[in-house]
């Protein structure tokens, strides 16, 4: 760290080097594409024939769980392998097809499992633990199995259920997105010509005319607004979807259904998002000193939505290449101990070929995502890959996830339980982001370089933290609303709108037409009441963020059991071992505002030693 280079002088002195495309090599999970295909063939039949046992004795339920363990551990290495030819070409059918069965496959032996269990009952497995100690470490799954059993329907009728139901689900989503493409934004005049308010959105955002860019931002609200009963009665189908396929699985509606797979409850769920609300303030408070910074930067009197993209700190950051991304990351990981830095750094080094990114997209995914898999090291995918530090972030993120699940595997994690609640995995990997920001928050002198990381990570920690909290409230309002019948096309929702944002933002007073805004929430349309999970993920990133600042060694203990022991027990239990006592996500929020306080207040310092607006600024 005391050898640091700034970042300009950093910039300077590799702009030459660019970033070479680099692939994965498969061999990390097959010798080849021959050899993936033959065991897959012996794979499907082996699971295929997995049984259903009827109360075995404890010796032979030992003997099962190992086997449907191996299974789920081959699952894995081709759900990886496959996961990869997929993603290196989008039209690969074939592999996406492989990919389907395969996963089918790992629903059949977690399902013939949990039957196997339930033969047993709770009494019964207590017993066979009493007989044989090695079978508590299963005793999750049947917890699970048990907990899923009022909500299942005959098979018969799951299966119908489940045809109907995931062809209207994607129904809509192709008409959300088709809709949306479809739509006409129209043109704004600029110095540098006719700019397109669709395509040219970020250009026309930063646009040093304010003219110009209050006109693209109106021209996108409206062109949004014009297909609002579209997007409404999507919306409306949607919810009443997933209500009726809630109730015929005997949940009171669709958020509890929702939530229930996800290992949380509706009443966790509301509570945690009030617990958020009641320190709305100081959400508005960062907000206000943000729109105070830009109208002061820009010399206005009111900063609106269209002014926020401006570059107002006399900071643009330096290209990031690839070179600095293998350095500054792993460095910034630091406080998770030098074991976890020794893993970083091997997953990002070109030399042992477990990164995959592309300067070209070509057929390739676009989207970034681990690849992990039992018996191999964890390896990461970037569809396209920029030089920037936002693209940074995204690989300090992606890339916690392939640790992560790369260490659960080194320290002896079962297959069955080296898959969580997706707001735990989440949690894990947005710490990475923070603490990346704050390196490079902590590495520079300069105020305006200071104040933009600072940005970066007040945005990423309240995005999370508020935002999922009002994005909570806002969704169960729809789902309520469209089910009590008071909430019926696109006027009832841009009201419920209004009403949830003002509570916790000042910008939906300042510009109503962020009524629309229901409309712009993709996963309402795409993965309906996934949100909250976020809420989840960023109030427990918070907290674990300032313990590794604060006491990095007491954290790195907790932090390497949390690696070894997978997701073994119910949410509420793994956070009472990783804390050391009970502690619930409202019991997080009061610690994370602290926080949260503190940076708006250095940003608050930061921006009185920047200088003031030039006078040539309009
Ligand atoms: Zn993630």
């Known amino acids: 760290m005391k050898t640091f280079i700034p970042f300009v002088l950093l910039a300077v ?5 660019h970033a070479e495309d680099r692939r994965i090599d498969p061999r990390l999970w097959f010798a080849s594409s021959a050899a993936e295909a033959t065991d897959r063939t012996t794979l499907l039949t082996d699971v295929a024939a997995l049984p259903v046992l009827d109360t075995p004795a404890p010796g032979a339920l030992l003997d099962y769980l190992h086997k449907a363990e191996r299974l789920q551990a081959r699952v894995q290495r081709h759900a990886a392998w496959l996961h990869l030819r997929t993603a290196q070409d989008i039209d690969d059918h074939a592999a996406a097809e492989a990919r389907r069965a395969v996963g089918d496959a790992g629903d059949t032996v977690v399902e013939r499992t949990r039957q196997t269990l339930r033969t047993i009952g709770e009494d019964g497995f207590a017993k066979d633990v009493a007989a044989l100690p090695a079978l508590a470490r299963y005793h999750w799954l049947l917890e699970r199995a048990v907990r899923a059993l009022p909500h299942e329907l005959p098979d018969a009728q799951q299966s119908i259920l489940d045809t109907l139901s995931d062809q209207d689900s994607q129904t809509f989503w192709n008409i959300y997105q088709k809709t949306r493409r479809a739509t006409a934004y129209g043109h704004v005049h600029t110095s540098q010509g006719d700019l397109d ?21 109106k021209l996108r609200q409206d062109a949004l607004a014009a297909q609002e009963e579209t997007y409404a009665s999507i919306l409306v189908g949607i919810v009443r979807l997933n209500d009726r396929v809630a ?6 509606d669709a958020p509890e259904a929702a939530y229930f797979a996800r290992l949380f409850t509706r009443a966790d769920v509301d509570a945690t998002a009030k617990a958020v609300e009641a320190h709305a303030p100081l959400l508005q408070a960062y907000q206000r000193l943000r729109a105070e910074h830009v109208a002061h930067a820009l010399g206005i009197e009111q900063a609106h939505s269209w002014d926020l993209a401006m570059p107002t700190s006399g900071f643009e950051p330096p290209a990031f290449d690839d ?9 910034a990981l630091a406080p998770l101990g030098r074991d976890y830095v020794a893993h970083f750094r091997a997953l990002l080094d070109p030399a042992n ?23 191999s090291p964890g390896a990461l995918f970037l569809g396209v890959w920029k030089p920037t530090v936002k693209e940074a972030s995204v690989v300090a993120h992606e890339g916690g996830h392939a640790i992560h699940s790369q260490l659960m595997d080194e320290r002896g994690v079962s297959p069955f339980f080296n898959h969580g609640p997706s707001w735990m995995h989440e949690a894990i990997a947005i710490l990475n982001e923070m603490l990346f920001y704050e390196y490079l928050y902590r590495h520079t002198d300069d105020p305006a370089a200071k104040a933009y990381y600072l940005q970066a990570q007040l945005d990423e920690m309240t995005f999370e933290i508020f935002t999922s909290a009002e994005e909570a409230q806002w969704e ?12 019926r096309g696109a006027a009832d929702m841009d009201a419920l709108t209004l009403d949830i944002t003002r509570r916790f933002e000042i910008w939906p007073s300042i510009d109503p037409s962020l009524a629309h805004a229901w409309i712009g929430k993709r996963l309402m349309f795409e993965d309906p009441l996934y949100l909250a999970n976020y809420l989840y993920a960023g109030l427990w990133a918070t907290r674990m963020f300032d313990m590794a600042r604060k006491d990095p060694a007491d ?4 932090y390497a059991a949390l690696m070894a022991e997978g997701f073994d027990a119910a949410p509420d239990q793994l956070l009472a071992r990783f804390f050391g006592k009970p502690m619930t996500p409202p019991d997080l929020v009061d610690a994370d505002m602290a926080v949260i306080q503190e940076k708006v207040d250095a940003l608050a310092q930061l921006y009185r030693r920047l200088p003031g607006p030039p006078s040539s600024q309009r």
């Open 555 to 558: 954290f790195q203990k907790r």
């Open 13 to 17: 002195l590799v702009a030459a080097v």
């Open 247 to 252: 109730k015929l699985q005997h949940f009171n």
């Open 476 to 487: 169960e309002g729809i789902y309520d609303g469209v089910v009590a019948g008071k909430i």
């Open 323 to 331: 070179m600095q991304m293998r350095r500054v990351i792993p460095e």
């Open 197 to 217: 308010v669709g395509k040219d959105a970020d250009k026309l955002a930063s646009d040093p005319d304010r003219g110009v860019r209050e006109q693209a931002w």
């Open 353 to 375: 070929k477990r990164t995959d990114l592309a300067t070209v997209q070509g057929t390739r995914e676009d989207d970034a995502f681990s690849l992990a898999a039992p018996g």
